[in-house]
DNA sequence: AATTAATGTCAAGTATATATGACAAAAAAT
DNA sequence: ATTTTTTGTCATATATACTTGACATTAATT
């Protein structure tokens, strides 16, 4: 019997952006204003569908006054 | 008169994975095959060239021993 | 000095990050 | 209870991260 085992594309939920985002009352669409990109891209980041430039991760720990290592980092 | 301004596409030459690297005595194709991308892609990294993936930082960050404020903060 | 290894760079292709528009569901405000 | 705002999600399109192959140049080895 043969098995596939299949890559597992899934990033985890960033949850640590929306809690920052949460902490300045921001809602998706001024983050993704504030940073210079589309609502849609912000929300598929916190929701793990990928997989983000360390540019635009640097634009949003700076409007969210945080860390790289705070919101990307490797989770524990 | 009109004026262009252009977008300067330069992103800072990234000399922290090189010392980095070197810390460690790795290649560029040693460090490149430890994360599973090509030389030329560490390449482009290191001259500053594009804009990598966080996921790809990350990778890099761990075959270096380095957190990602310490590779890829933004430069003082 | 000659050979080998490491780096920088180019061109052409593929994969995927991001954009735009649209709509439904959930949450917040009235 | 209704309206409005926010969020999640889909589909199609575009920009760009990354690949592969190739070659020249620089740095190490012998």
């Given amino acids: 019997m043969l098995l596939f085992v ?28 504030a940073v210079g990109v589309s609502r849609q891209t912000i929300n598929a980041i916190e929701q793990g569908e990928y997989n983000p430039t360390i540019k635009l991760c640097r634009a949003i720990c700076r409007v969210l006054g945080k860390s790289l290592d705070e919101l990307f980092g490797e989770e524990e």
């Fill in 6 to 33: 299949q890559e597992v594309v899934a990033i985890a939920r960033n949850v640590r952006i929306k809690a920052a985002r949460a902490a300045l009352d921001m809602t998706q669409k001024a983050l993704a204003d």
